[in-house]
């Protein structure tokens, strides 16, 4: 049961965080394109942590 909830949580942070801060970055201003990368990347190592 725990590792179906530790799933459920993974999935929903790859499939709706992750893909909001890739699609956050990849439209940003060149000027916020780098803080926009560093959150993007945050999301990642959280999913992955």
């Keep these: ?3 179906a909830a530790v799933f459920a949580v993974q999935m929903a942070v ?3 965080a992750l893909k909001g801060a890739v699609d ?3 439209n940003a ?3 916020d394109r ?4 560093v ?3 945050a ?4 999913e992955k942590g």
């Design 14 to 16: 790859d499939g709706v």
């Design 43 to 46: 999301v990642r190592w959280t």
């Design 1 to 3: 049961m725990l590792v």
């Design 29 to 31: 201003a060149e000027a």
């Design 39 to 41: 959150a993007a990347e």
């Design 34 to 37: 780098q803080a926009a990368f």
């Design 24 to 26: 956050t970055w990849v």
